[in-house]
């Protein structure tokens, strides 16, 4: 009878055991990966481009969930409370995370945003439809400069890399034009192909998924963007402006140094991969590679550039 007990009480812990090991392998197999935004934007597109090269590199699956408000400050807030232990990962954007805390109380600081690695931008462009008189930017210029505040342009939200361009673009071209912030590219987008207004503040990935229907004047890279050869840069035209959107990936502070290394490596090694790296340029992304021992200098180099022309353009004080 006791040798049945104990064979009985053996059996049970043997399957509490294999329960515990098969939530744990679950756990240890996926990881969370949180985009602070809705569905369907350009930082949805990356992470879903990541998330099979990760499978296929290190055997585990990037879940992706979603955590919008605010233009991403609810994540962002959100991040430091929850577990560093390498199983959850935020998805960060520049400028917001150095413009939001800057403006108001959003429940995080940039420095407390414990970013590992930045591995794209979506480069600013400005986009006019197929058939806009505009076949330069000379000749959008040119018609601002004739009709002050007379150009309209949408962009995506305000004081975001859109508006901080569009800011510095009129300065650097002596010229007036106005803005028109719209809740996201899609929306801003769907405002330049309905014509309700004059040009678009966008991104290269808005030539990418437009295609013909309309036509980049300009891209702020340093060099011509590999799917847009004919576009000329800003720098080329004269205008020394290089930047967009930055996307990058952050843990809570709460993680080590080994596993901040860790993950940095990872998505060091995703970047590295030719056919990731195609399928962004096919996307209209630009590749960048700041790792997390790059990114202290990085981080000091653009937010000094954006609270910079932020302030003079009167978006914090």
């Given amino acids: ?22 939530a744990s392998s679950t756990y240890a197999d996926s990881v969370n990966y949180i985009i602070p935004f809705g569905p369907g934007g350009e930082s949805d597109i990356s992470a879903r481009i990541q998330q099979s090269f990760y499978k296929e590199k290190f055997g585990d699956d990037l879940v992706i969930s979603y955590k919008p408000g605010g233009g991403g400050a609810a994540g962002w807030a959100s991040l430091n409370g929850l577990n560093g232990d390498g199983q959850t990962i935020m ?4 400028p917001h995370i150095v413009i939001k805390p800057a403006q108001k109380d959003v429940g ?10 930045m591995f ?3 480069p600013d462009a400005i986009v006019v439809v197929a058939d806009s008189p505009y076949q330069t930017l000379q000749d959008l210029i040119d018609d601002a400069k004739s009709k002050p505040g007379g150009v309209v342009m949408s962009g995506s939200g305000k004081a975001s890399a859109n508006n901080l361009a569009q800011i510095k673009f009129d300065k650097m071209a002596d010229i007036n034009t106005t803005y028109v912030s719209f809740k996201g ?5 769907a405002a330049l192909l309905g014509e ?11 030539g990418a998924k437009q295609g013909s229907a309309v036509r980049m004047l300009a891209v702020a890279m340093e060099d011509r963007h590999p799917l847009f050869p004919n576009v000329p840069t800003f720098k080329e035209l004269g205008y020394d402006m290089v930047g967009g959107a930055y996307r990058g990936i952050a843990l809570p502070s709460s993680a080590s140094a ?22 962004m340029l096919n996307g209209g992304f630009a590749l960048l590679d700041i790792d997390a021992s790059q990114m202290a200098e990085f981080m000091k180099e653009r937010s ?14």
């Fill in 1 to 22: 009878m006791l040798i049945k007990k104990i064979a009985k009480h053996t059996a049970m812990l043997t399957m509490a055991a294999a329960v515990s090991m098969s």
């Fill in 185 to 189: 590219t899609g929306a801003s987008t």
């Fill in 91 to 94: 998805g960060v954007n520049l």
């Fill in 258 to 279: 080994e596993t901040v290394t860790t993950w940095s490596n990872r998505i060091g090694e995703i970047n590295a991969d030719p056919a990731f790296r195609q399928k």
């Fill in 108 to 117: 995080f600081t940039t420095d407390g945003i414990h970013t590992f690695y």
């Fill in 304 to 317: 000094t550039e954006y609270l910079m022309d932020a302030r003079a353009a009167g978006l914090i004080k």
């Fill in 120 to 122: 794209h931008y979506t």
């Fill in 196 to 206: 309700q207004v004059t040009a678009q503040w966008g991104y290269t990935s808005v």
